[in-house]
T-cell receptor, first 116, second 114 residues
Framework: AQTVTQSQPEMSVQEAETVTLSCTYD???????LFWYKQPPSRQMILVIR??????QNATENRFSVNFQKAAKSFSLKISDSQLGDAAMYFCAYRSAVVYGNKLVFGAGTILRVKS | KAGVTQTPRYLIKTRGQQVTLSCSPISGHRSVSWYQQTPGQGLQFLFEYFSETQRNKGNFPGRFSGRQFSNSRSEMNVSTLELGDSALYLC?????????????FGPGTRLTVT
């Protein structure tokens, strides 16, 4: 079974600064997707960024980028120029590309606090 | 395009009762997945429905069940409620094929069991 580990229960960042959230995963599958989801206090889960395992290039979405290290099974999220609206719980998630279906395996989450 | 909707948003039930939660996916989405979110266990996959058939199932007892209708709307049912069933229940919809990996989440139903 696949597992996702987020070792940082809570992180803080100063507004306009950069922060990196860590995620490691364990799988025996060769093809999969990785995601970072954001859950603000409203509880609405929002997809931040995705990475296909077969792609070597790290995904980037505006101020959000990932550092995907397939051999190390590591998938960190970097948030640049942090904004107050970035404060939320961030979840790392895994989805198989081998087994048909949309099951997501989530990490425990990291609370990100943004200081003004 | 309307997002994923879940009803009701909040629910209070008594131990031993049963409850039904509803999820309407984004128009055109045929897959609906359900997740339970609790402070202790985090986000856990319950099950997924596609074309009215359960496609995947998580490790939950048989008290948790679901179904999907021909219009892709889905319901989940929890029978004989226990205090530990208090949670935020999220549903997510997506297109059905392997290449379409993005899931869109609803706002959740907050269930409190007393």
């Amino acid at each position: 079974a696949q597992t996702v580990t987020q070792s940082q229960p809570e992180m803080s960042v100063q507004e306009a600064e950069t922060v990196t959230l860590s995620c490691t995963y364990d799988t025996s599958e060769s093809d999969y997707y990785l995601f970072w989801y954001k859950q603000p206090p409203s509880r609405q889960m929002i997809l931040v960024i995705r990475q296909e395992a077969y792609k070597q290039q790290n995904a980037t979405e505006n101020r959000f980028s990932v550092n995907f290290q397939k051999a190390a099974k590591s998938f960190s999220l970097k948030i640049s120029d942090s904004q107050l609206g970035d404060a939320a719980m961030y979840f790392c998630a895994y989805r198989s590309a081998v087994v048909y279906g949309n099951k997501l395996v989530f990490g425990a989450g990291t609370i990100l606090r943004v200081k003004s | 395009k309307a997002g994923v909707t879940q009803t009701p948003r909040y629910l209070i039930k008594t131990r031993g009762q049963q409850v039904t939660l509803s999820c309407s996916p984004i128009s055109g989405h045929r897959s609906v997945s359900w997740y339970q979110q609790t402070p202790g266990q985090g986000l856990q996959f319950l099950f997924e429905y596609f074309s009215e058939t359960q496609r995947n199932k998580g490790n939950f007892p048989g008290r948790f069940s679901g179904r999907q209708f021909s219009n892709s709307r889905s319901e989940m049912n929890v029978s004989t409620l226990e205090l530990g069933d208090s949670a935020l229940y999220l549903c997510a919809s997506s297109l059905a094929d392997l290449s379409s990996y993005e899931q869109y989440f609803g706002p959740g139903t907050r269930l409190t069991v007393t």
